[in-house]
């Protein structure tokens, strides 16, 4: 699996999180809608991360922008939860549903605590790697 180039939309709190699910990819990080939409436009990219956080919360804007691209039609884009925030299991089981909805290949859970971290870092570094069809084990 070669190095992908990576669009990373997040707080910059979550840096460290990506990059540790993501060695060896090219990451590129943007922290608003406006930067977002510019470097999709302008560049490409084989993978999409979306945060939950990203610019005041505008994760689903984002995703369903991404997906009124037709360049990016194949390109997996998973959206991520990573801050220490409790997030009740119902709740978390609702916005997977509406990511996959809007297009999204995934939510995933990337919080210290998660009891899936380590197989959803995996997930993205395959993602990167190898692109559409993918779901999360």
Request: proline share 4%.
């Amino acid at each position: 699996m070669g190095m992908a180039r990576v669009l990373v939309a997040d707080v910059p709190e979550m840096d460290e999180r990506i990059r540790h699910c993501l060695p060896g990819h090219e990451l590129l990080f943007v922290r608003t809608m406006r930067e977002a939409m510019v470097t999709l436009r302008h560049d490409s990219f084989s993978l999409v991360v979306i945060g939950v956080h990203f610019d005041e919360s505008r994760m689903f804007e984002l995703l369903t922008h991404v997906r009124s691209l037709s360049a990016y039609d194949a390109v997996p884009v998973v959206c991520v939860q990573g801050l220490a925030f409790i997030v009740p299991e119902p709740v978390r089981k609702t916005v997977d549903m509406a990511v996959k909805a809007l297009g999204g290949t995934a939510f995933v859970d990337l919080r210290d605590e998660a009891l899936d971290f380590r197989q959803h870092c995996d997930f993205l570094d395959r993602a990167a790697g190898e692109g559409t069809g993918l779901r999360p084990s």
